[in-house]
């Protein structure tokens, strides 16, 4: 099948990429001529592991293209993916305005049926707004369907070829025909298709990110409480986690939820509710209990040094979480912000978020180029984001370059044996303090 995307972030371009793996012809479309040249190329944007190979071999087989002309890519497409940024208002609600400035080109340009497949996160109610914007320029016959994703960054060609399910939100028994023969291959190796209505489908997506932000920051608030009383979240987590209607994942206590998701979707559902007249009282929490949480080692460093005016604090960590190098959101910018408003200096590495940083904060912070460069004269390091390199580090080595041997783990990347002998005082996340 022809099919175009508009909008080649994190999940146009992968969702392009994965159809034209699935043996789609596939016409990706972006208004950043800069970002379009790149890809005719060769050159993936975006850093997500597998998606290069997987990129250019598709590009080889000429079924990937690139342009910046949304006609040219329309007129040769049955179906149209929207997959554009929705990100907050000023007033926390999804900004719909990317959406509906595309649909209602797509008006202005349909010539004969198609499919527009709404892969953007969106409140309910958007297909009919997407609807009602291409109508009033045309009268040709189309479909709007809702098929909200679910990938994860760093896991996205992985979540895209193999997803744990796909959502369809459709009333037109003709989109989900089509919409059936594009998931087909799912079909054949058994992951549900799940067909909806519109809105269902839209909320399906909210609901899912907003449990997920919830589960999160309850296990941060178990992991503040295990401080508090002497417990260790680590034995708590695997105790729950076994119970197979709680499960293992998203678990993991820390830093605070960032990204480009969870804190934009959380916020964009109690604006919702608020038009409804319909609190979320869950979510209104989960908001508050995060941005705490994203910054409470911030007030443990404090409690440890007293005054922060000139301390040096290595931060090994920039991106929101590892395998990616996106910081929308990230943890770790609540903390440099917080920290240099005290007057601390920071020397940062990330190998892979590093320059989308210093695109944001130039150079308010260092960056080391590597993380033990990172650790040189520090009093202490802080841990923002859980890279495998993190994982075992030789502490010896970190203890011969520090002024003081502290370290601050936003991550829980330490078993506490492996810190034990080490001389390191280490605090962690809902765990005994190491002194
Ligand atoms: N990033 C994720 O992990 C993820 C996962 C699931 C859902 N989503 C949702 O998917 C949507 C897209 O997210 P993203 O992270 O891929 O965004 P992104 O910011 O990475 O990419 C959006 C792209 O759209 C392009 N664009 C903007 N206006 C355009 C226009 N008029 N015509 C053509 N291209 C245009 C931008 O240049 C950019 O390349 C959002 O609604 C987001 O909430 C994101
Ligand atoms: O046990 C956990 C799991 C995650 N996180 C944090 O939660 C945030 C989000 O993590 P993750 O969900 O892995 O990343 P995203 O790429 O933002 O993916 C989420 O947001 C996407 C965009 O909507 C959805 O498609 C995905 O299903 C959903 O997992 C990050 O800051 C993580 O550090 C934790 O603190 N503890």
């Not at 479909?143 to 959502?167: K, Q, T, Y």
């Not at 990204?259 to 964009?268: I, L, T």
Request: proline share 3%; with cysteine; glycine share 8%.
């Amino acid at each position: 099948m022809n099919i175009t995307i508009v909008g080649t972030g994190y999940v146009g371009l992968v969702t392009g990429t994965t159809l034209a793996e699935l043996g789609n012809t596939v016409y990706c479309v972006d208004i950043d001529f800069k970002k379009v040249e790149q890809m005719k190329q060769g050159i993936v944007p975006i850093y997500e592991p597998g998606l290069e190979e997987m990129f250019l071999r598709n590009i080889q087989a000429q079924r990937l293209f690139f342009t910046t002309d949304l006609r040219e890519a329309l007129n040769e497409s049955e179906v149209i993916y929207l997959a554009l940024p929705t990100p907050p208002g000023e007033d926390g609600s999804a900004d719909l305005s990317y959406v509906l400035s595309v649909a209602t080109q797509i008006g202005e340009m349909l010539t004969e049926y198609k499919i527009i497949v709404n892969k953007s996160t969106v409140p309910v109610g958007t297909a009919d707004k997407v609807r009602e914007t291409i109508s009033v320029h045309t009268n040709i016959e189309f479909d709007v369907v809702s098929n909200p994703e679910f990938l994860r960054e760093g896991f996205a060609v992985e979540d895209s070829m193999n997803p744990a399910r796909v959502i369809v939100g459709t009333e037109s028994e003709r989109a989900q025909e089509i919409m059936a023969k594009i998931y087909q291959p799912f079909t054949n190796t058994g992951i549900p298709i799940i067909f909806m209505d519109e809105k269902s489908s839209e909320l399906t997506k909210y609901a899912a990110n907003s449990f997920l932000a919830v589960k999160i920051t309850f296990m941060n608030e178990i992991a503040n409480y295990c401080e508090k009383v002497g417990a260790d979240v680590d034995k708590v987590r695997l105790g729950m986690g076994s119970d197979d209607r709680i499960g293992h994942r998203f678990l993991f206590p820390g830093i605070g939820y960032g990204g480009s998701c969870f804190p934009k979707d959380v916020k964009a559902l109690i604006k919702s509710g608020k038009q409804e007249g319909f609190d979320f009282q869950i979510l209104e929490a989960t908001e508050e209990v995060n941005k705490n949480q994203k910054v409470i080692l911030v007030s443990e460093i404090e409690k440890f040094f007293g005054d922060l005016a000139g301390k040096k604090i290595a931060l090994w960590g920039l991106a929101f979480k590892a395998n990616t190098d996106d910081i929308r959101e990230a943890s770790s910018l609540d903390n440099i912000k917080i920290l240099l408003e005290k007057g601390a200096k920071i020397t940062a590495y990330d190998a892979i978020a590093e320059d989308n940083v210093r695109r944001v904060l130039g150079d308010q912070i260092s960056y080391a180029p590597d993380m033990y460069s990172a650790l040189q004269d520090a009093d202490c390091l802080l841990i923002a984001t859980e890279w495998s390199e993190f994982k075992n580090p030789n502490f010896d080595l970190m203890a011969s370059k520090m002024n003081q041997k502290v370290i601050f783990d936003g991550r829980n990347m330490f078993a506490l044996e492996q810190v034990e002998d080490s001389g390191f005082h280490y605090k962690s996340i809902g765990r005994r303090t190491i002194s």
